[in-house]
């Protein structure tokens, strides 16, 4: 929320977009901690963690001011005041985590190298999202692993819609978490596995399958390779109102994946099976995706 509308105040979100806990500080010497540096200056507390998929609000405010005027779950981490303003007509903001101390006989001996996380470029005009120039939204990330600066990748937000029906913001429906055992104000259960399967209950969720039946998942349950390797067939159950998508890329590192296959949604539980074309049976990778419609 770089520019909030008169009377709202500035933050920005940090999220941890992996399934481990990040330390937000050297574990070798705890006092050096990550920064965030830019228009803002921002030191984090000694012994800070996120949890899987965890987030952190960093406030221009005093944290329990800005807890209490914007009714934030206690859930939801929020730190501050951090010093100076965000630049309303856009700056680069970067993450940094610190490395170890430079050791003797370097005659910077003692200095402490910090090592570049993340970093936003934001605009506040066109192709950036134009509502989030004073007129109350602010800009959202809109896949956490691609590029932060750009335009393309921010869409704009209205602070608190993305979490109704969600107290801990944990990304799953409140419904869903009490329909199935769970606690909708424990933000930690997204990322347990009860039955056991390998799939988060998040993943679940997404995925619409059932947290506590262990054949109950989203996987390839078939693969064949036929006419040579030039064609391969795939099985796998598919939930009803999701649309799947087949995805093919020359280098497992790349992401510049491309859809070659999509199917329909459907109003039942059904086995489906696919049917893949192969150019270069060498190269090729391919994925299965689901599509979340909002």
Known sequence: MYHPAEGNDEFIELRNRVKTIVSLFDPRIPEHTWQVRGGIEFNFPPDLQMRPGGRILITASDPEIFRNKYQIAEAIQILGPYTRKLNNLGETIRLFRPDAPLDPPDPDAGFVPYLHVDEVTYGSSLPWPLEANGFGDGLQ??????????????????????????????????????????????????????????????????????????????????????????????????????????????????????????????????????????????????????????
């Open 141 to 294: 990330r809109v896949r956490l692993e691609k590029d932060g600066s750009n335009p393309g990748n921010w869409s704009s937000f209205s602070p608190g819609g993305e979490t109704i029906g969600d107290r801990d913001e944990d990304g799953m429906k409140d419904t869903w978490e009490v329909a199935y055992g769970l606690d909708p104000d424990n933000p930690e259960d997204a990322f347990s596995d009860p039955d056991g399967d390998g799939f988060f209950n998040l993943d679940e969720f997404l995925a619409l399958t059932h947290p506590l039946d262990a054949q109950s998942a989203l996987r390839v349950e078939r693969f064949e390779l036929m006419d040579r390797g030039m064609r391969a067939s795939l099985g796998f159950r598919a939930q009803p109102g999701l649309t799947y998508i087949i995805e093919a890329t020359s280098a497992i590192q790349s992401d510049a994946w491309t859809e070659i296959s999509r199917t329909l949604p459907t109003n039942t539980s059904q086995d489906l099976n696919w049917d893949i074309s192969i150019t270069d049976p060498i190269q090729n990778f391919f994925r299965l995706r689901v599509l979340i419609e909002e």
